[in-house]
């Protein structure tokens, strides 16, 4: 149990195209939804931490209207990269909650790879 | 604010040696630390965490860590290394906001030589 899924797990997209990434729980229902960003050979950034029917809070430094997330659903949240622009090009990861105590656990996604040209 | 420090970029161990990767973590009050394990093309899994009682933790594939409050550290150990085990491995530290905020050190890639 506890899978989540991305969708695409990898694309390419052209400078100043938006493209959209998904993030499903497939078995449950996540109250928080997280979006971490990992450049080659370094840790995992949090960007964002999302939870259904609000608002995403966005980690310093992160521009929210580049990188928009929406978590509809306790099952489906999405991060849409706008004009993207080859610096954005990244291994970009989500995860999961179940529940709102600190010491839940997160359920990780298997990543999308995202490269601008 | 918390920070996680991952002293070894990538250790190599033979095959049925034991091994050890270090963690250190920067904290105020008593941590949430876990340890992940990232192979290519899955996600993150989690070998084991810890949060408070009993500071020898038991983990998943023969893992274990211990949380050392006096030297701030939670190093991941194992006895005897598989092949299976290379992958890249992240130490991580959370806090409890009402969600799980994770901080990740900068991983150890760790590979096995036969």
């Known amino acids: ?117 | 604010a918390q920070s996680v420090t991952q002293p070894d970029i990538h250790i190599t161990v033979s095959e049925g040696a034991s091994l050890e990767l270090r963690c250190n973590y920067s904290y105020g009050a008593t941590p949430y630390l876990f340890w992940y394990v990232q192979s290519p093309g899955q996600g993150l899994q989690l070998l084991l965490k810890y949060f408070s009682g009993d500071t020898l933790v038991q983990g998943i594939k023969g893992f274990e860590a211990e949380f050392k409050r006096s030297q701030s550290s939670f190093n991941l150990r194992k006895p005897s290394v598989h092949w299976s085990d290379a992958a890249e491995y992240f130490c991580a530290v959370g806090a409890d906001t009402g969600f799980q905020k994770l901080v990740f050190g900068t991983g150890t890639r760790l590979l096995v030589s036969p």
């Not at chain 1, 100043?16 to 078995?27: A, H, N, P, Y």
């Not at chain 1, 996540?30 to 999302?50: I, N």
């Not at chain 1, 990188?67 to 999961?96: G, K, M, Q, R």
């Not at chain 1, 709102?100 to 298997?110: D, I, L, M, R």
């Open chain 1, 1 to 117: 149990g506890a899978v989540v899924s991305q969708h695409p797990s990898w694309v390419i997209c052209k400078s100043g195209t938006s493209v959209k990434i998904e993030c499903r729980s497939l078995d449950f229902q996540a109250t928080t939804m997280f979006w971490y960003r990992q450049f080659p050979k370094q840790s995992l950034m949090l960007m964002a931490t999302s939870n259904e029917g609000s608002k995403a809070t966005y980690e310093q430094g992160v521009e929210k209207d580049k990188f928009l997330i929406n978590h509809a659903s306790l099952t489906l949240s999405t991060l849409t990269v706008t004009s993207a622009h080859p610096e954005d090009s990244s291994f970009y990861i989500c995860s999961a909650e179940i529940g709102t105590s600190g010491s839940n656990e997160q359920y990780f996604g298997p990543g999308t790879r995202l490269t601008v040209t």
